[in-house]
């Protein structure tokens, strides 16, 4: 799938992305490029590591597992969660071991500047929620928090064998996070069939219910994601480097962008999923700027990113 961005009819940039959408079957529904491509899942996959976490014994409300799926904005119901999953489990945020840095969202950093916050902190990082969970997990079981990023953890590994699980590709060998957490080796192919079971098996229920239900604390209401999320009605979660899976009804969509772009991964998944006939009308007219980003010049629309 190719997409342009057009400024005053001149394509200034072009877009490859990588699509696949599979069933329960594993049949082939969609595709578009090499879906067996390696990548990395990045955050992608953290429903699956919040799964993890509940098995190990963590206890979340909902709204809290949402948080632990999250690349949140970090906006104060995020930090104040990612807080109390960390107070509920015994620790602070010194627990936590990704880095220190302002909120993801730029109006979200002003807002935390304009209460006097002074510099960066572990608990504003996108990936914190995931980061609490995983400590609480280890909390839960009597397992060492200290290495709990570390690939070869207890928790790491059960990680491991259930994105092996719900793949079908074995993640290995893992890399490094931008939060510093193992992150999954797989493919387009394998983030879509994860996918169809994130949308349709009993085990991994909770979190997606999670996901669906509050897109406002996994995303926020203003990234691209967020707003699909609101009308899809199923699982949603990007990853870093223009990645996205979607799931419903047992069916899996994922999207890489080849250049990173998240808007572009974003706008390519409501293309495949209207092309399956997964689009209602009115989701379709909800979704327009998600689906074809408008191109700004002086903060008037003089062009847009478009499907070729």
């Known amino acids: ?16 992305v990588t699509v696949f959408a599979t069933d329960r079957s594993g049949a082939e529904l969609y595709r578009s490029d090499d879906p067996d491509r390696p990548l990395f899942y990045r955050s992608a996959v953290k429903p699956f590591q919040a799964t993890v976490a509940l098995e190990a014994g963590l206890t979340l409300p909902v709204e809290h597992l949402a948080v632990a799926c999250a690349s949140h904005s970090g ?12 107070s509920d489990a015994g620790l602070d945020e010194s627990a936590l071991q990704c880095p220190a840095v302002w909120p993801l969202s730029q109006k979200a950093r002003d807002l935390q500047m304009r209460r ?6 572990r608990v504003f990082h996108n990936c914190s929620g995931k980061h609490a969970a995983m400590l609480g997990a280890c909390v839960a079981q009597g397992w060492p928090i200290e290495s709990y990023l570390d690939p070869n953890h207890p928790l790491q590994r059960r990680i491991v064998d259930l994105v092996t699980d719900a793949t079908g590709i074995r993640p290995e060998p893992v890399g490094v996070d931008g939060c510093g957490a193992p992150t999954m080796r797989g493919s387009v192919r394998g983030l879509a069939t994860a996918f169809v079971a994130l949308s349709s098996s009993e085990r991994c229920r909770p ?3 999670a996901v669906s239900r509050f897109p406002a604390l996994v995303a926020d209401n203003s990234r691209p994601d967020g ?23 047992g069916i899996g969509i994922a999207a890489k962008a080849n250049a990173g772009g998240r808007e572009v991964a974003v706008a390519a998944v409501i293309a495949a999923a209207d092309h399956l006939g997964l689009v ?4 379709r007219q909800a979704l327009e700027v998600e689906a074809a980003p408008p191109i700004l010049g002086g903060g008037v629309a003089v062009g847009a990113l478009t499907r070729e």
């Open 280 to 283: 209602s009308d009115v989701m």
């Open 1 to 16: 799938m190719r997409f342009l961005t057009v400024r005053t009819g001149l394509t200034e940039s072009i877009h490859d």
């Open 75 to 86: 906006w104060p119901a995020h930090v104040a969660i990612v807080r109390s999953i960390l």
């Open 207 to 209: 979190a997606a219910t």
């Open 227 to 249: 707003k699909l999320a609101r009308w899809w009605g199923g699982p949603i979660k990007v990853g870093a480097e223009g990645q996205i899976g979607i799931g419903r009804h």
């Open 116 to 121: 006097g916050v002074v510099g960066p902190m």
